[in-house]
């Protein structure tokens, strides 16, 4: 079967759509109840098609701490300059308007599978029937030495964006002319394998138009990456001599830095640099952790329905 956009739309809206099905039904407590913990692409989206396909007869309540989410796909464009910050910005206020959903800006501390409630930061407590986690990503502790969340605003991660992607770019633009960029991408797997190579190419562009004899530095503990025969061959064609990437076989998997120095070590050839950016190993949000479905790293799911494996 060709799946085209009409036919992935009604697939997607089915399996949201499950969770309207009698296994749903309230147990003395009206409505049937779903509670939906991160309001990124997919929580805020599986919160608004259960909400609209039930035409109200499931009560959703959507659990986002922050009241602006910026969304990680385009912020290399906002790097780039080919976009506003504001173009990637969205808030709630649809969702509660026109579909109903109790959104509630508070951190979940907590998830109890047995008694079936979430525990928010302000104390209160939330009972329901179906959870939905979309629990976005959190970063793995001492994965690049040198480097911890407390430092990234001097070397920014940008991996969720909004004011690290403000920094991010701020700091390219002040860049001493003929200064120097570097990146230390991530190993595997990761959010949005493209992601680290798609941001190498807007700073290249960015560079090419306001520091031109700046330099590119990508530290990398992967052989190979996403699309790597095209973004070489783009950078080839555009930005020839500007960057450089270290794989692994030249130690781009033995990477150190040092925040204040503004220094980064690979393979003990210590570089001074004037930007860098930090995208350490990552795992699932903490949420996930908290609500113990994760195996290692991350949670893992049934790829039909995307249920988890560990509490289907």
Known sequence: MTLNRRKFIAVGTAAAATL???????DGHGKPRVVVIGGGSGGATAARYIAKDSKGAI?????????????????????????????ISHTYGTLAAKYGINVVHDWAVDVDRDSKTVSLAGGA????????????????????PGWSVAEQNKMPHAYKAGSQSELLKAQIMAMPEGGRFAMVAPPNPYRCPPG???????V???????????????????????????FEEGWQRHYSGMIERIGPDFGGENVSVD?????????????????????????????????GVTDGRWAPVNAADLSSTVDP
């Open 196 to 202: 680290p190579y798609e941001r190498i190419s807007m």
């Open 20 to 26: 309207s099905a009698p296994a749903l039904l309230a």
């Open 204 to 230: 290249a562009h960015v560079l090419s138009q306001v520091n031109p004899t700046a330099k590119i530095l990508v530290a990398d503990p992967k052989p190979k990456f996403s699309k790597q025969a095209l």
């Open 125 to 144: 407590v939330l009972p329901y029937d179906k959870l939905i986690l979309s629990p976005g990503i959190d970063f793995v502790e001492d994965a690049v």
């Open 259 to 291: 925040t204040d120095a503004m220094t980064i070590d690979i393979d003990g050839i210590v570089e001074k640099v004037d930007v860098c950016n930090v995208i350490p190993a990552q795992k699932a949000g903490r949420i996930a952790d908290m609500a």
């Open 59 to 87: 009560d959703v309540t959507l659990v986002e701490p922050t009241r602006s989410y910026f969304t990680c796909y385009f912020s290399n464009l906002y790097i780039g300059g080919f976009t506003d910050l504001e173009d």
